[in-house]
């Protein structure tokens, strides 16, 4: 099993920046993929950033340019750091991590987002 806990949303005027965090623990043996998905009201949840094991990242097209995804090995942690938003980032942000093997993705709980124009 993996734990993961999301922090650093809030409240943030169009044009500024914020940074989410996520801590993995557990079993973190063999995770091959950590990321931030999102959902906004009354859409989808859908995927913003990854990293691969590798180092390897991809973004969604939508966020390309303003946001970057990271990680810190020492610390079990991954981090979204969100330049220039917009009110459409607005929504509630979650990290996920993929172990090959298991049945689905872990979540964490979600940290909510809002830009405010």
Avoid: H
């Amino acid at each position: 099993q993996v734990q993961l806990v999301e922090s650093g949303g809030g409240l943030v005027q169009a044009g500024g920046s914020l940074r989410l965090s996520c801590t993995a623990s557990g079993s973190l043996f063999n995770i091959a993929v950590m990321g931030w998905y999102r959902q906004a009201p009354g859409k989808q949840r859908e995927l913003a950033a990854a990293i691969r094991s590798g180092g390897s990242t991809s973004y969604a097209d939508s966020v390309k340019g303003r946001f970057t995804i990271s990680r810190d090995n020492a610390k079990n942690t991954v981090y979204l750091q969100m330049n220039s938003l917009k009110s459409e980032d607005t929504a509630v942000y979650y990290c996920t991590a993929r172990r090959p093997g298991d049945p689905g993705n872990y979540w964490g709980q979600g940290t909510q987002v809002t830009v405010s124009s």
